[in-house]
């Protein structure tokens, strides 16, 4: 017979379609997913372990719906850059060295433990290695998230295609030698690929009694061939897994469509019969009406990023036009580099303020519920299990953060929702459950030895401080090529703005 748990006396948000709230019940879970919710929902019954939930609420576990585990080991090193100069130091077009798969597994772990300790039960982990995907370092990647007990769904973000053709202008402004240096780097070919996606799905999805699954990603339309892109389609069709795709976050990928496609990116995938269901379009910054109007059509989803989008200047979302096409939303840290933390309440909060800028009428702005609803169910639609977690109610998994009201962000208590999004930043979280067990209890992830992963983190990190030092020098090399096709692009009138600008001869006298 399956475990029982039972949390008793405790505040639940529920975030069901009835917005159900109860001041004082009781969670009762059997094996991985809960039985009943409500007052008395477990009178009568004892359970294997029981929590006291007196002063505590009770929600669903926060799903972090974009992320890139590579980059946890990064926090703080960078200083703000435009998306196509970040890349380059983040991963570097011209680097012939992985990292070790000892380091993948703690950074990966590293990143794990922190989300568990604010609440965040689920994870889209859009993860790329440099220069290319290996199953060892696959591997320990998975495996750091079965050790700490999150759930995580894993897509193996790799691009196919020759580093300046993923750019428009970039192949005239790079020197001739620069450009046979790209063009030699090793690209696995769509045949490799897609057979390392199957041995990838047969061994991980469904792992960890289904707490672990796959999902693949084209990195983004423009960075891959489109036979490879039609493969990754057909294989989260015939799997039902999510399929991550990087569209539109910036205004240079925008230019791009027009000046190599004659289309935008989006009118791309659904002119290939690619936009669907179980698309997470990642930012959608830079997409029109057109665009927004094909995205429903499809059912797709769109990752917002607030904190990042912010951190490298891509722009505002149009978030208030996504919801009025009935587009559904999920919020993500996209990655530590990028935003400098995995801290989804910063992201939430963010997301519920920035847009407030956009627009004068008032009454459009987002409201916090609106914000919880995208963290929440927002979320599970991203990861294809809107009717598993997401929410608090009998046959939904037992995914569950308790938060202590006892705290500063909720004294006094004025309005639940308001101070979830606005006055929390996890440091109220005291549990969190994944799938019936508790992962994480007053601040201690079980089962890991914290102290143990931060310092080999830094004895890691210290070992691979001088790839990171060769990779950055050719770096250094190449910016001054992508910084004149930055400003080209941006001096470009492509229809739309999603940016607070300078005047235009400020952005064009730049480009030097």
């Known amino acids: 017979m399956a475990a029982r748990k039972i949390i008793r006396g405790v505040r639940v948000l529920c975030f069901d379609d009835a917005d159900t709230e109860f001041p004082e019940a009781d969670i009762l879970i059997e094996g991985e997913r809960i039985v009943g919710v409500g007052p008395g929902a477990a009178a009568g019954r004892t359970g294997e372990e029981e929590i006291d939930g007196t002063g505590k609420l009770a929600i669903p576990g926060l799903i972090n719906g974009h992320f890139h585990s590579p980059a946890n080991l990064l926090k703080g090193s960078l200083p703000g850059l435009p998306l196509e100069l970040f890349m380059l130091y983040e991963v570097p077009p011209l680097t012939e060295q992985a990292a070790p798969a000892r380091l993948v597994y703690i950074r990966t772990l590293l990143g794990a433990i922190e989300m568990l300790k604010l609440g965040i039960t689920s994870v889209q982990d859009d993860a790329f290695f440099v220069p290319r995907p290996e199953r060892e370092s696959i591997d320990a990647l998975m495996r750091a998230y079965q050790t700490c007990g999150i759930r995580a769904s894993v897509a193996l973000d790799q691009p196919n295609v020759v580093e300046y053709l993923k750019y428009p202008y970039l192949e005239d402004l790079l020197p001739p030698a620069i450009r046979r240096r790209m063009a030699r780097a090793p690209i696995p070919s769509v045949a490799e690929l897609t057979a390392l996606y199957a041995e990838f799905i047969d061994t991980w999805h469904g792992a960890a009694g289904g707490r672990l699954g796959a999902a693949v990603s084209c990195s983004a339309p423009h960075r891959v061939t489109p036979d490879y892109l039609q493969a990754l389609s057909e294989l989260s069709r015939a799997r039902a897994i999510p399929f991550y795709v990087h569209v539109l976050e910036t205004k240079l990928q925008r230019v791009f469509g027009e000046h190599k496609l004659e289309r935008s990116l989006v009118r791309y995938l659904a002119e290939r019969d690619v936009l669907d269901r179980r698309v997470n379009l990642i930012h959608g910054i830079w997409i029109d009406e057109r665009d927004m109007a094909m995205i429903a059509d499809a059912g797709a989803v769109i990752a917002h990023n607030p904190v990042c989008n912010l951190r490298l200047g891509s722009g505002i979302m149009p978030f208030r036009r996504i919801r009025e096409f009935g587009i559904d ?67 939904y998994q037992a995914d569950i953060a308790l938060l202590d009201l006892d705290t500063l962000a909720f004294t006094p208590l004025n309005d ?34 914290e102290e143990a992963v931060k310092r080999e983190a830094r ?54």
């Open 329 to 395: 939303v999920c919020l993500g840290t996209d990655e530590a580099l990028a935003d400098d933390s995995v801290n989804l309440w910063a992201a939430a909060k963010m997301a519920g303020l920035v847009h407030n800028i956009t627009d004068p009428d008032y009454r459009r702005w987002p409201t916090a519920q609106e914000i919880l609803r995208c963290l929440f169910q927002g979320g599970a639609r991203a990861m294809g299990r809107a009717h598993e977690i997401g929410v608090l109610a009998p046959g």
């Open 416 to 449: 639940l929702r308001r101070q979830l999004v606005y006055c929390e930043n996890g440091s109220s979280v005291v549990l969190t459950m994944v799938a019936g067990e508790v992962a994480m209890r007053d601040g201690v992830v079980l089962g890991v030895d």
């Open 459 to 512: 004895e890691l990190a210290a070992e691979y401080a001088s790839r990171v030092a060769a990779a950055s020098g050719d770096a250094r090399e190449l910016e001054p090529y992508y910084r004149q096709m930055y400003f080209r692009a941006a001096a470009q009138d492509v229809g739309l703005e999603r940016r607070a600008v300078a005047p235009r001869g400020d952005v064009a006298g730049s480009e030097a």
